[in-house]
């Protein structure tokens, strides 16, 4: 069994909970977070893996999980994939629930995996790997999601600085970025044609992982990227109403 534990946050439900699975059939020791406590008790009966209740938007919780993680020993592989999106306009949103919202998406969006990772940096073994889920909406933001969009860019930059931080860390520490296109989940639900399984998303995040790349394109995200680069505008303009 791989030394270590093997931390997916969001991970009781879709992508996250895919992985979860497959690594555990691995043998690996898998220990999950997420929000919904009917989804946390469905992933803590899965053999392998063991469920606890974290709200990333929450500071409190987010310190109980890390120390819950101390007790359990040292981390080989922590995957921030936690997000929530909120599909709205601005101006017609009322006030005390555009205010609410705002915190939930940026806490579990970005200052949930930044606090996370600051509070586990002290657990992650030699060789160990941090990993974090962006998005094409990373590159190019839409319509209807804001605020989605502008964390997703902002955890993608983040994980190149944290890179840059750790390349000279002894414990050899890799971080990488695992930018995702749309997914068959329940938060895609209604939405987009040409999702791809979680199953899939998987298998080409472990294959990216395998191959030690510091970004790991699932996907037709790689094409996206290469138009971008090649031609914003016309980036922009696909994924302005996507």
Not at 187 to 200: C, D, F, L, N
Request: glycine share 8%; aromatic share 2%; net charge positive.
């Amino acid at each position: 069994m791989p030394a270590g534990q093997t931390v997916i946050t969001g991970g009781t439900a879709g992508v996250g909970l895919a992985l979860a699975r497959r690594l555990a059939q691995r043998g690996e020791r898998v220990v999950v977070c997420g929000r919904d406590r009917t989804r946390v008790a469905d992933a803590d009966a899965i053999p392998g893996i063991d469920a606890i209740r974290c709200d990333l938007a929450v500071e409190s919780d987010i310190a109980s999980l890390a120390a819950e993680l101390r007790a359990r020993g040292g981390i080989r592989l922590l995957v921030n994939n936690a997000a929530v999106q909120f599909g709205y306009r601005v101006t017609k949103h009322d006030h005390d629930t555009v205010l609410r919202d705002i915190d939930t998406e940026i806490g579990t969006n970005l200052t949930g995996p930044v606090k996370l990772t600051a509070l586990t940096l002290p657990l992650m073994l030699p060789g160990s790997t941090i990993v974090n889920i962006t998005s094409a909406l990373a590159l190019t933001p839409k319509r209807s999601a804001p605020l989605y969009c502008a964390t997703k860019a902002a955890l993608r930059s983040y994980t190149t600085a944290l890179r840059y931080q750790l390349a000279d860390d002894e414990r050899g520490i890799r971080v990488t970025e695992a930018m995702l296109p749309l997914v068959d989940t329940a938060m895609t639900a209604g939405r987009g044609k040409g999702k791809i399984s979680p199953e899939q998303a998987v298998k080409e995040l472990l294959d990216g992982l395998d191959r030690d790349r510091p970004v790991v394109h699932v996907g037709k995200i790689r094409a996206l990227v290469t138009l971008h680069r090649l031609s914003p505008a016309l980036a922009a303009r696909l994924l302005r109403d996507s």
